[in-house]
């Protein structure tokens, strides 16, 4: 039988960068629908190391990733290449090329989809630069295509990340701290530009994130972490301040 295109199960995942002191101490979730699931905890928990470890930016330690029918853990070559294809990613420092338009930005989601000559060469096809341009005008950049990374804003930036993601055609969406850079009204805009798409491709986005008001907002489902460990995982109306109080420590930062 089939999985769905959106399903992703992480097994017991764990990482350590140091022997003896993991960051990841056995991580347990599946996503099988479509939205915004929001990972919160505090800095230091492993929500950035957990998504590097589902894209292989970094090997983990220990545990399984199915995604796409296999196991990211052990993907290697060809293999990792062609599952990345399908994983967008959103940084929170955008991680664009600064020398290059905003259009050329855009295009380099599709370069998992070519051989080493096209990539060198640059040589997308009609078809490509086409929705390049459409994704460009979903995100509202249209009119800033042919300038420079290195001018825009970062919300701006952010925007770009998202049309690069979505141009590789994902099957999910990752993004760290996508906001967390941004005033209060662009990263609201972030977060329904990543919630659009979502829907409109009928995809998961798992989005790390600090502030749990926007994730109680947008996100159809919370992830809580704290120090390696998964506390919460459900609706966001269901998490209660004992929940915050376990997942951040303490309770003098609440309302």
């Not at 955008?94 to 096209?118: A, D, F, H, P």
Request: net charge neutral; hydrophobic share 40%; proline share 4%.
């Amino acid at each position: 039988m089939s999985v769905a295109k959106n399903f992703l199960e992480i097994k017991g995942l764990k990482k350590e960068y140091v022997a003896g002191n993991p960051i990841l101490k056995g991580v347990d979730f599946t996503i099988d629908a479509p939205g915004i699931i929001a990972i919160i905890g505090p800095s230091g928990t492993g929500k950035s190391t957990l998504l590097r470890c589902i894209n292989r930016l970094i090997d983990p330690s220990q545990g399984q990733i199915i995604f796409d029918n296999a196991d990211v853990c052990q993907a290697n070559g060809k293999q990792l290449r062609q599952l990345r294809r399908h994983v967008g990613m959103v940084f929170q420092e955008y991680n664009l090329v600064e020398r290059l338009t905003v259009i050329e930005n855009v295009l380099t989601g599709r370069l998992g989809y070519m051989s080493s000559w096209q990539a060198w060469r640059r040589n997308y096809s009609q078809q490509d630069i086409n929705t390049a341009f459409e994704l460009l005008e979903a995100v509202g950049l249209e009119a800033h295509a042919n300038k420079r990374a290195d001018s825009l804003s970062g919300g701006q930036r952010q925007r770009v990340g998202i049309a690069r993601a979505v141009m590789q055609d994902p099957h999910i969406i990752l993004a760290d701290e996508p906001t967390s850079s941004l005033d209060p009204k662009t990263a609201v805009e972030i977060m329904e530009l990543l919630e659009r798409f979502a829907t409109e491709k009928k995809i998961p986005a798992l989005v790390n994130m600090h502030d749990v008001k926007l994730a109680q907002r947008f996100a159809q489902r919370i992830i809580g972490m704290s120090n390696g460990y998964v506390v919460y995982d459900g609706a966001p109306e269901g998490i209660t301040d004992e929940h915050l109080k376990q997942i951040y420590g303490g309770e003098s930062w609440l309302d």
